[in-house]
């Protein structure tokens, strides 16, 4: 239930920046890797028919340093948008793995967060396919003001177990799901700056998927690594099914691991390589490769049907 509560809070407050143009309140969205951040706010994004810019926070550098640039990245933007400057400027934006930037402020890394500063408030940047090239051909002014701005990170250190906030044991994050952060938590334990947070007032947590939540994404969702297995071996002519035992454990392992949905591809291919080998190796033999919980403890256990 958390995990959908989440989600509706970021519709929700997308929805009611969208409906005032000029807010410059931004949302910061934490959460593990693999709770779904980026592809919830792609998804949103598409429903919204706005662009999404998606911004790597480590990569991303201030004036005078190597790196790319704000203004490559909005550049990058505009051409994604068909050079249609009044669309590229109604984009979501996100600035994932912002803490990461998040250190103590007399690091020369922190400019980055202070840079954002101004992205935050509105303003005019000239955008250019590269700093060192600012020819008239090659820029074209975009104004932030109207864009939706989303800080994501997973902000481990924010949410690390103390003995008088959080009971339990076991492994750090899911120990701590319940631990509710407060502006100050980010300052003191995450490492972003005072104005940094006044800009982004609106806090948003996404919890780990629990197991029900990852068998829906391997049964049902577009981008599903069973399901591209499927294609795979169908292409070799062989139907690859999976036993309920096996999406359950797949599920299971990968919240046991606590890698989410972004882990569950590597479960899926360390599990199948062998029967794709053997699909792979014997064209015309097989109709049907069947794979159950067994097969992820032993990648050379699965029940294979002859033609």
């Known amino acids: 239930l958390k995990w959908y509560e989440a989600v509706i809070r970021m519709v929700t407050e997308i929805a009611r920046l969208d409906s005032e143009r000029g ?16 592809l919830l706010l792609s998804l949103i994004a598409k429903n ?21 640039h704000i203004e490559e990245y ?23 793995e912002i803490d990461k930037r998040g250190v103590e402020t007399s690091h020369p890394s922190n400019n980055v967060i202070n840079t954002l500063l101004k992205f935050l408030d509105g303003t005019v940047y000239r955008a250019c396919a590269s700093t ?15 864009m939706i701005v989303i ?4 902000f481990t250190s ?14 750090v994050e899911k120990s701590c799901e319940n631990v509710i952060a407060t502006p100050e938590d980010f300052i003191t334990k995450g490492g972003m700056s005072r104005e940094f947070m006044g800009r982004n007032p609106v ?15 391997i049964l049902e969702s577009d981008t599903s690594a069973l399901l591209r297995e499927k294609r795979r071996f169908g292409r070799l002519g062989v139907n690859l099914e999976a036993d309920p035992s096996y999406v359950s454990g797949v599920a299971e392992k990968a ?8 882990g569950i591809r590597g479960i899926i291919l360390d599990s199948t390589y062998m029967a794709y080998h053997d699909a792979n190796s014997n064209i015309g033999k097989y109709s049907e490769i069947i794979l159950d919980k067994s097969t992820l403890d032993d990648p050379k256990s699965y029940v294979k049907v002859n033609k």
């Open 23 to 38: 807010d410059s309140d931004g949302i910061l969205l934490s959460g593990p890797s693999g709770s779904g951040k980026t």
């Open 132 to 146: 060192q090239d600012t020819r008239s051909e090659n820029t074209i002014n975009i104004s932030t003001k109207d």
């Open 203 to 217: 806090l948003i947590k996404m919890n780990s998927l629990n197991t029900h939540l990852l068998e829906r994404i």
């Open 48 to 68: 919204l028919d706005r662009p999404f810019l998606f911004i790597d926070s480590t990569q991303l550098s201030v004036p005078g340093l190597a790196g790319k």
């Open 74 to 96: 909005l550049w990058d933007l505009y051409v994604a948008s068909d050079k249609n400057l009044s669309k590229a400027e109604k984009a979501i934006v996100v600035f994932d």
């Open 158 to 171: 924010v949410y690390k177990k103390s003995d008088h906030r959080v009971a339990g044991f076991g492994n």
């Open 255 to 262: 919240y046991n691991l606590n890698v989410g949905a972004r």
């Open 151 to 154: 800080a994501a990170g997973a």
